[in-house]
């Protein structure tokens, strides 16, 4: 008869499994990138009509972090640059490979961040219909002209699904309006054996602009069975006329990454594999694979004076597949094989007009969204062998919205808007029970729902002067459950090893929050704080007492959250900031607990130095975060993920058309992990994900 250890350490792997399964990540749908030329700084023009959030939405705590910022940040990944922008926390399973198995969290959602947190390119929402999240490493971080962060439910009425803790934009260049010809090569190496190497280039004929990148990763990984392989390639072809632009945008991206599992530590029994093996592995043959490829293609057509139409439409393809061997591969019966695809075709007309409305400035923008998504899944024992389990779901989702922004006062701006959505999900499960690694589950039950739901937002910004402003808003935001979710919705068994049909139905989680701050700028000082409350009701996350995904009683989120930048003089520059994170139960059995993986303290402080012209700059940042509850943990008895901090420099340069970097992450060789799984029923015992310490990037290239 199996112990009470071995039923542990089957939850702890199953509860790996499933968050390993969101490391298999999404793919990245890019449009237009250039390069910049490293000689002049120059930039390529932007194209920002079709892009939603290109003005901040009034009365949101935003952020903007620019090309120039990026190019002076040690950091390496996208995650890691937004992760530097204070009441940003991020999580991740492995470290120093290029970003993969990373996340990062807006507003204190933990384990759930990826599925409240919407990402964008170009204003078109990246987050698919599974639990996978967005594949940030495959966004080349010299594509990239600006990050756009905007916190809070505010920016539903645009989007709808996933902005509850609110929306990252990432805008790309593109190659409109630059040189006729330019070419960029850059090549690198690094710790644990990292090479890489991308090509862009971009090409200008009147009206016609085209543009291509594409690149490659290899490293072996700081953990054993933790190599990463990854290629991306994206081309775009753009006609641009004073009336009328249209674009078409073609992406892939393939992946494969070993999955190295958790490191036990278990007091009890005298377990401590971060001090004696930290970098080993369990899982040394597990593995998850990616192939993705996009299509995506729009036009934007003036109209009349002021208004312009916006059309952009496209298909989204993903295939996934991942294999859980344990140690002993063909031999576990614990074994399993996960094969899925996700298709998602999109169609977004939206109109744009700024005409005044009874003589005061105003901007509308109005559109429908469209959204027809397929996820099929296959799951067995090996693969090969016909699955156990094979899921399939739809769903189709049809949304209009209205926002509009008025300047009722030359010094003030009030904008209201509003978003109804209707959800039609469809979802059943093949059971064959003839299979190998059949162990009595039930079929589930299908499923056919139609869903309607509304967003709200209102917000107001004052400006006393130049210097001083005061913003304020109150908005309504919701989250539809995710397919991932719905397959795990429900108990396997009772309480006496009956199995139950699982039913693939949870409520839709929704939020409430208001936010009130200010803002100042006054020659080289910008500062801004704001303070928010979010109450929601039927928040979506894992139940780590019966092993399955529910709905949460009552959750609030409070804080505050505090940058500011201070340049001394023209080659110095400060910046710094703050954050306090606030996630707790407010009903319930974990009434005033704290929502795990959520730091209550975070923050953060860097310099950029121009040391010589342009020949030599020094950057360095530093991020200190305090202990967080370990997923699994609701009732908050386990031990605590230590707090920790990292300091992160860089020194790059540029002499004619040839550029230079290299960074050390974690100067002071900080020995830490930001995530790790307690046990339900060991006190003491959990699976942390080791993080490398010091490590090395070196990178060079050359530009025409």
Avoid: C
């Avoid at 090569?185 to 710790?191: I, K, L, N, P, Y």
């Avoid at 030359?410 to 959505?421: A, H, M």
């Amino acid at each position: 008869m199996p112990s009470r250890f071995d039923a542990d350490l089957r939850h702890h792997s199953a509860r790996s499994r499933a968050l390993l399964t969101t490391t298999i990540l999404a793919s990245s749908l890019i449009a237009g990138v250039a390069p910049a030329s490293a000689q002049d700084n120059t930039l390529p023009t932007i194209n920002v009509t079709a892009t939603r959030t290109s003005d901040a939405i009034v009365g949101t705590s935003s952020t903007v972090i620019t090309a120039d910022d990026i190019a002076h940040s040690p950091a390496q990944t996208v995650q890691d640059i937004i992760a530097q922008t204070p009441g940003v926390q991020s999580t991740s399973l492995y470290g120093g490979v290029n970003g993969t198995g990373s996340s990062v969290d807006l507003r204190g959602f933990g384990a759930t961040a990826t599925s409240n947190t919407l990402f964008l390119i170009n204003g078109r929402r990246l987050n698919d219909l599974d639990l996978q999240g967005v594949d940030l490493s495959s966004i080349p971080l010299q594509s990239i002209e600006r990050i756009e962060i905007t916190r809070g439910g505010s920016g539903a009425v645009l989007y709808g699904d996933n902005a509850v803790g609110g929306v990252i934009n990432i805008v790309t260049k593109t190659g409109t309006g630059g040189p006729p010809a330019t070419f960029r090569a850059e090549g690198g190496f690094g710790s644990f054996n990292q090479r890489l190497a991308s090509i862009s280039a971009a090409y200008n004929a009147g009206p016609w602009s085209t543009s291509v990148f594409a690149n490659g990763v290899r490293s072996n990984g700081y953990r054993a069975n933790n190599a990463l392989e990854q290629n991306n390639a994206i081309g775009e072809l753009r006609y641009s006329t004073p009336d009328l632009s249209a674009f078409l945008n073609l992406s892939g991206d393939n992946q494969h990454l070993g999955l190295p599992g958790s490191r036990i530590v278990d007091p009890s029994i005298g377990v401590n594999q971060l001090l004696t093996d930290r970098r080993g592995t369990g899982t040394p043959f597990n593995f998850g694979d990616k192939q993705g490829a996009n299509l995506t293609a729009g036009f934007t057509k003036s109209l009349w004076d002021g208004a312009e139409l916006i059309v952009d439409g496209g298909v989204r393809d993903k295939r996934q597949q991942a294999g859980y061997f344990g140690d002993v591969p063909l031999q576990s019966f614990n074994a399993s094989w996960f094969d899925a695809h996700l298709q998602t075709w999109s169609i977004t007309p939206r109109l744009s007009i700024k005409n005044a409305v009874f003589g005061l400035p105003s901007k509308i923008l109005t559109g429908l969204d469209y959204y027809d998504a397929t996820y099929d899944s296959d799951r067995g024992q090996y693969r090969g062998t016909p699955p156990v389990h094979v899921y399939n779901l739809s769903q189709k989702t049809l949304a209009g919205y209205w926002q509009q922004t008025i300047a009722v006062l030359p010094t003030t701006d009030f904008s209201y808007g509003g978003r109804v959505q209707s959800v039609k999900v469809d979802a059943a499960d093949r059971l064959n029970a003839l299979a190998p690694g059949y162990f009595g589950e039930a079929q589930a039950r299908p499923l056919n729902s139609t869903e309607t739901q509304h967003a709200l937002h209102v917000g107001l910004e004052h400006r006393f002067n130049d210097v001083f402003s005061v913003f304020g808003r109150a908005a309504r935001a919701f989250r539809t459950p995710n397919v991932d979710e719905r397959v795990a919705s429900g108990p396997s068994f009772d309480a006496f090893f009956n199995p139950i049909p699982g039913t693939f139905a949870l409520k839709t989680q929704t939020s409430i929050d208001v936010e009130g701050g200010f803002r100042i700028k006054s020659g080289p000082f910008e500062m801004q704080t704001s303070i928010y409350n979010m109450d929601l009701t039927n928040e979506i996350r894992y139940d780590p007492v019966n092993f399955y995904n529910t709905n949460l009683d009552p959750t609030r989120r409070t804080g505050g959250e505090t940058s500011a930048s201070f340049r001394l003089n023209d080659t110095l520059l400060l910046r710094g900031g703050a954050a306090y994170t606030h996630a707790t139960f407010r009903e319930g059995p974990f009434s005033g607990n704290d929502v795990p993986l959520v730091s209550r303290y975070t923050a953060n402080g860097g310099v950029t130095w121009n040391v010589w012209q342009k020949y030599v700059v020094f950057d360095a940042t530093a991020r200190v975060w305090s202990s967080r509850f370990m997923d699994n943990d609701n009732a908050n008895r386990q031990v605590k993920i230590p707090a920790n901090g990292t300091v992160d420099i860089k020194l790059s340069g540029e002499i004619d058309h040839f550029f230079w970097s290299a960074s050390v992450i974690n100067l002071f060789n900080a020995q830490y992990y930001d995530y790790a799984v307690a046990s339900t029923f060991t006190p003491g015992r959990y699976g942390a994900y080791p993080l490398p310490g010091r490590t090395y990037l070196v990178k060079a290239g050359v530009t025409f």
